[in-house]
């Protein structure tokens, strides 16, 4: 009976603790760990989350860039930081959901390690090519890859980044096995390419947006059913014959299991009045994220997201990868 009593003590102390500490949270700096290198996809979005969350909760957030390994490595390190709110991490569906497909010692159940806040956004994927390459088209890729596969550079952000998924998806329907080269993540592939080292990548849209408006690097192929409003010339995968080039990953903001249900309200609360925002509506419409309605936005939301979209896509990836 002591014992029991003793116990529940503790438990009664622990929830007046957390209950405390929500109330005060946020009361330093927050880290939002992005596993990506500065300047590419992981990166803008993060920092947009930053400032909605530094603005609505009055504490500075963030950003840390941890690049290495598909953007394992900057999660896993989340995964195991203190469950206490100050170390968040804006991962994606690569690094939240896919991961386990890519690497068997992941060291982090991206399921049971982590508590969703919210979805950001979700991006349509674009195969884009050098300048230079010889195609103007998804056929006339095609037809040009077929032919000189050995020859030809792919860029990713790593296994299991969503640079990797959306060019296996590609490489496996084409049935080519190209050359492909890791970085940290698509902002460095983009440079690569400029240098005319890298022949093609497969990116959420706006990590070669500008570069594509520019002219500098060319867009072949919008990976969905329907056209972008941003880059509205560039013809989808299913109008080139091509449906299953199909990736248009999640981003979303996550904290490590166990971190005190306020302090995850709130930071879902903040996250979710933000993008409410219309000027944070008209970025993110800017940079081409699809709408997401408020329905869909908050840590239940995202937490059956992922479980749906690991079992949607686990089957295919494996297929794609055994090809
Ligand atoms: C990035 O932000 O560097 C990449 O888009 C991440 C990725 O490919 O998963």
Redesign the pocket.
Known sequence: MARLLTAVAALLMAAAINHAQAQDYPARPVTIIVP??AG????ITGRIVADILSRHLGQKFLVENVGGAG?TTGTLRAARAPADGYTLVSG?L?TNALAPAFYPNLGYDPQKDFQPIGLTAEYPELLVVRKDFPANNLKEFVAYAKSNASKLNVG??GLG????VGCLLLNSAIGIKPTLIPFT???PVLNAMLAGQIDYEC??VL?TLSQVQAGNVKALAIAAKKRSPILPDVPTSYEQGLPEFDCSPFYGLFAPSGTPQAVVEKLAEALNKGLNEEAVQKRLADLGAETIEPGRRGPRALAELIKSESNRLMPILKAAAEK
């Open positions: 990506f290198a590419g996809p992981a990166d953007g994606h690569g990713h952000a980044s969503v640079s990797y993540g698509t902002a990116d959420p990590g």
